[in-house]
């Protein structure tokens, strides 16, 4: 990939930028400046759950929804079994917690990009995972009710008033009214939702005139803009694999490069779309882009085994000990201080219109 030299920009927020379609060049990256991105040294309540009405496919945490499925020593959801290829257990908690840490890093503290106002009436957090982005917002919004909808029960049970976790599946029918939210939150989701369109028209007829629907998600494949990624670098192979396993039961992982479209296409306007940039290990000069880095290598390398499990074992029935032997490779190349790479992150908001 031919190296193209970041626009001069301010801190903060990045500007709107229009759809990137498919990489083939280094995206209009907005969190590094140009000079930081050149390689430098490598030396670095009450009970919140809802069991939902009657006409709902919302599941109570009865014993048998808030039970696991364990699978080559990692633990799964149990309620819609297979659906999510990410383990559920206490390793996976730990590094969505990181992650989320990361991101604000990434974000300069900021929960969120849309212009919800200060006294926001109802938010939902789509995939809320461990629940941390809907505990802050709820902190951050006491005006609000925020809910946060998984098919894993791993919320804590005791939240502040305002917060609500449900055990579900975004992808079926809602039970919400129309016109209901402020904000429609998705972090790191859309490339496990089979259809795409349908969670977008689902959101625009629940959203608020006026509302917003925020989504965040990195590409599943990583880049390099000084040519120090050999051809057969092994993270790569291994996601381009996992890519073709995901797309067997459905599961895009470019999905996010098509997301404009689809959420023009459901009626939403005023869609703007920035692309951060998320360099694997500290080989960027400036210091916080080095932290950075270090957070995003550890999450990848910590995952490495959840998503192997989750895909290769289902969908090309590789035994476990087949699966470690595979990750000694890509966790070698991984961590060769001398490959400098990056992950393109994407923010996307759009609104609905008022009338």
Request: glycine letters at 6%; one cysteine or more.
């Given at each position: 990939m031919a190296s193209n030299e970041s626009p001069a920009h301010e801190e903060g927020l990045a500007p709107e930028t229009s759809s990137p379609g498919p990489l083939t060049s280094n995206p209009h990256i907005d969190n590094i400046p140009a000079a930081a991105l050149e390689a430098g040294d490598d030396t670095e309540t009450d009970d919140g759950y809802s069991s939902g009405d009657a006409g709902s496919t919302t599941t109570s945490l009865s014993s048998s929804i808030r039970a696991h499925v364990w699978e080559n020593g990692r633990r799964y959801n149990k309620f819609r079994e297979g659906q999510y290829a990410l383990p559920n257990d206490e390793g996976e908690q730990a590094r969505e917690d990181m992650k989320h840490a990361m991101t604000l890093m990434l974000c300069n503290g900021a929960l969120h990009f849309a212009p919800i106002g200060e006294n926001p009436q109802n938010i939902i957090d789509l995939g809320t995972g461990t629940g941390i982005w809907a505990l802050d917002m709820a902190d951050k919004y006491p005006s609000a009710l925020v809910e946060g909808i998984d098919l894993s029960p791993i919320q804590p049970l005791w939240v502040a008033p305002n917060t609500k976790f449900i055990v579900d599946d975004v992808e079926d029918s809602w039970t919400y009214p129309p016109n209901h939210f402020d904000l429609v939150h998705l972090r790191v989701l859309v490339a496990h939702i089979k259809d795409i369109p349908k969670l977008f028209e689902q959101s625009f007829k629940h959203i608020k005139p006026g509302g917003w629907l925020e989504i965040h998600d990195h590409e599943?494949?990583?880049?390099?803009?000084d040519g120090?990624?050999?051809?057969?670098?092994?993270?790569?192979?291994?996601l381009l694999m996992v890519?073709?396993?995901?797309?067997?039961?459905?599961?895009?992982?470019?999905?996010?490069l098509t997301a404009d479209e689809k959420l023009l296409a459901a009626g939403f306007t005023n869609v703007t779309h920035r692309v951060f940039k998320l360099p694997v290990g500290p080989w960027p000069k400036?210091?916080?882009q080095?932290?950075?880095?270090?957070?995003?290598?550890?999450?990848?390398f910590d995952g490495l085994q959840g998503i192997a499990m989750g895909t290769f074992g289902r969908a090309k029935k590789w035994s476990p000990e087949e699966i470690e032997v595979y990750l000694v490779g890509v966790r070698k190349a991984l961590m060769d201080p001398s490959i400098h790479t990056y992950w393109?992150?994407?923010?996307?908001?759009?609104?609905?219109?008022?009338?």
């Open positions: 599943n494949i990583p880049y390099c803009d120090s990624m050999p051809p057969d670098y092994a993270p790569k192979e291994m890519a073709e396993a995901l797309a067997s039961i459905g599961k895009d992982t470019t999905a996010i400036g210091k916080p080095k932290l950075l880095g270090l957070y995003w290598r550890t999450a990848i393109p992150y994407h923010i996307i908001t759009a609104q609905k219109p008022l009338s």
